[in-house]
Every structure is written in C-alpha cells, then in structure tokens.
Nanobody
Framework: QMQLVESGGDLVQSGGFLRLPCAAS????????MGWYRQTPGKKRELVAR???????NLVSSVKGRFGISRDDSENMMFLYLSSLKPNDTAVYLC?????????WGQGTQVTVSS
C-alpha cells in the first residue's frame, strides 16, 4: 500500500514562510496528479494546489502569488511552499496523489499562523 507522509507544519507569525514536504513510499513517476488540500474544523476540505506529471500546476486564487508547488519524481517527493502567510491560512494541510484511478492521502500536517 502506497503511503504519503507530510511534514514541515509549524506555528509561524503572519508574513512567515514554510515549506511542506510530502514523501511517497513508492515511485511517483506514474502519478498523474499530486497536490494539496487544506482542512479547518467545520469547513469543507479546500483544494490548494496541484501539479501534473508533466509539471503543469494550478493554485487556488486565494494563494496565487504566495504559494508554490513542485515535485521531484527522482526523490519521490512533492513540496508546497507557503509565503506571506496569513492567519486564515491556518489549517491541516494534506497531500494526495492520483495513480491509475486510485487516490492516496497523507495524514496531514498542521500549519498555524498567528497574527
């Protein structure tokens, strides 16, 4: 069973920066899409960013210009870069991967932004 493990979550001040790695337990070359959602209590899970196998990426409008996404298939890794963080970016960030019709999820990493 393929596993995804996020890390890098932390408590940061408004305006701060974080890098969130997502490590896969198997080769990521075949993953059509990888990406990140975020979840806050009482709210629907929100897609933040995604990146395709050819490197094309999309970010939700609320994070454009502040967040970035990349993947390194040689290391079976994906990264989310968060900058100019705001208190409403506070959430559990979860990575996912789509492989041949199967979606895999990580357990999530907590990002907390203080004002």
């Amino acid at each position: 069973q393929m596993q995804l493990v996020e890390s890098g979550g932390d408590l940061v001040q408004s305006g701060g920066f974080l890098r969130l790695p997502c490590a896969a337990s198997s080769d990521t070359y075949s993953f059509e899409l990888m990406g990140w959602y975020r979840q806050t209590p009482g709210k629907k899970r929100e897609l933040v960013a995604r990146i395709s196998r050819d490197g094309g990426s999309n970010l939700v409008s609320s994070v454009k210009g502040r967040f970035g996404i990349s993947r390194d298939d040689s290391e079976n890794m994906m990264f989310l870069y968060l900058s100019s963080l705001k208190p409403n970016d506070t959430a559990v960030y979860l990575c996912y991967a789509d492989d041949n019709g199967q979606r895999y999820w990580g357990q999530g990493t907590q990002v907390t932004v203080s004002s």
